[in-house]
């Protein structure tokens, strides 16, 4: 919606800037306006451009990483915070059983890949509430199917 209201904004000031050059034919100022829209569409796509710079999860490398023997009152906050002082932790996902609600004892954590072998080097075999943890690299569900 901004890109919209620049354009319209830069399009208005293009005719009003053009509009000072003396042109002799009756179609001037819609030649004027569309000059100005033109301009303004080349601004606001080079406001707008995408960064070189990887910013997105997508674009930056990650590992999921599995969990296992969660204690049953484990919650995602206090996992998050185990894993943080390894590195940057984009998600955890402690899995619940569908009919009771009440937490499986295992789950994901996805951290960057630079910080996710020191995640595992730290967290496993840990004690971790009470509960010695398990921490390793994810497998792929299609993985998990061949074996």
């Known amino acids: 919606m901004p890109s919209t209201i620049a354009l319209i904004v830069l399009a208005i000031l293009g005719y009003v800037l053009l509009s000072f050059i003396p042109v002799d034919f009756p179609q001037a100022p819609a ?14 796509w080079l406001l707008n451009r995408p960064k070189s710079q990887a910013t997105t999860t997508a674009e930056i490398a990650t590992v999921t990483l599995y969990v296992g023997n969660l204690p049953y009152r484990a919650n995602e906050q206090a996992v998050q915070q185990a ?7 984009l998600s955890v996902r402690l899995m619940k059983d569908r009919q009771t609600g009440r937490r499986r004892g ?14 595992i080097r730290g967290l496993n075999d840990a004690q971790f509430q009470d509960r010695t943890i398990k921490v ?7 993985d998990q199917e061949e074996e």
């Open 31 to 44: 030649l004027l306006f569309s000059i100005g829209v033109l301009l303004g569409g080349v601004l606001v």
């Open 106 to 119: 295992f789950g994901f954590v996805e951290m960057l890949q630079a910080d996710a072998e020191k995640a």
């Open 83 to 89: 894993f943080e002082r390894y590195g940057r932790v």
């Open 136 to 142: 390793r690299e994810a497998k792929d569900r299609k």
